[in-house]
């Protein structure tokens, strides 16, 4: 059976959500404002920041987006929605880019990092991450937990020629090219999945391209330092 591309896109939604529902009933919608390590986040309430929550839970905030989502309902699409420049067709379909973003206090680094200051790569497919870089001992949490997480369809795990994003992308069961990723902000963990636009094929250039567009969306959340005095 060959899924919808918005219905896999749900699915995809669906499973992440599912695996880290809050435990407790405290969900805030926009707006407001979230400490995650040391990020703090204020999302106002605007079309780019589609049904973004703030999930309350015994490990802490997570704040959860469907970043620049393009459906307008009825089956339509709207074409473009402000302030999503880098994260429309065709690398990422009108389902827009699922985000969870939250703090692990005890995890420790190997692989994810934040957004790197050098050049973009080129237009090659992804490269594999050996296997032997890769925590995979998910019981203690941390890294090798935020790794599986990326690789949520059991994708192996990629990278581009810069080392950023970590990334999980191949053909989806409905056909279209599918994609996880995870970096840093700070000391919090952003995860992000997306599904691209039919015919679309996700080389570095594109996966670096739309995390990066993501990175700088997300930074820009950060509240703006009052003026002294005020």
Partial sequence: MRLRPGLTAAVLALAMSACHAPE??????P????TIG????????????YQASLNASAQGPRVIIRICN????GGTREPAVAGCEGLGSPLVNSYGVSTHIWHDR????????EHP??????RDALVPIPAGQIDVDVRGGGEAYQLHRVSLLGRPLQTTDNGWPVAACGLSASGPHQCGVGFLIDDAF?????TA????VLTQADVWSVATALDRKIRALRPRPKPPGS
Avoid: I, M, Q
């Fill in 24 to 29: 407790t009933d405290k969900t805030r919608s």
């Fill in 31 to 34: 707006p407001f404002e979230a």
């Fill in 38 to 49: 040391r990020l703090t986040l204020a999302a106002p309430k605007r079309a780019d920041l």
């Fill in 70 to 73: 393009r459906e307008a309902g």
């Fill in 106 to 113: 005890d995890a420790r680094y190997r692989l994810l990092s």
């Fill in 117 to 122: 200051n050098l050049k973009p790569p080129g």
């Fill in 190 to 194: 952003v995860e992000a999945h997306w």
């Fill in 197 to 200: 636009e039919d015919g679309a």
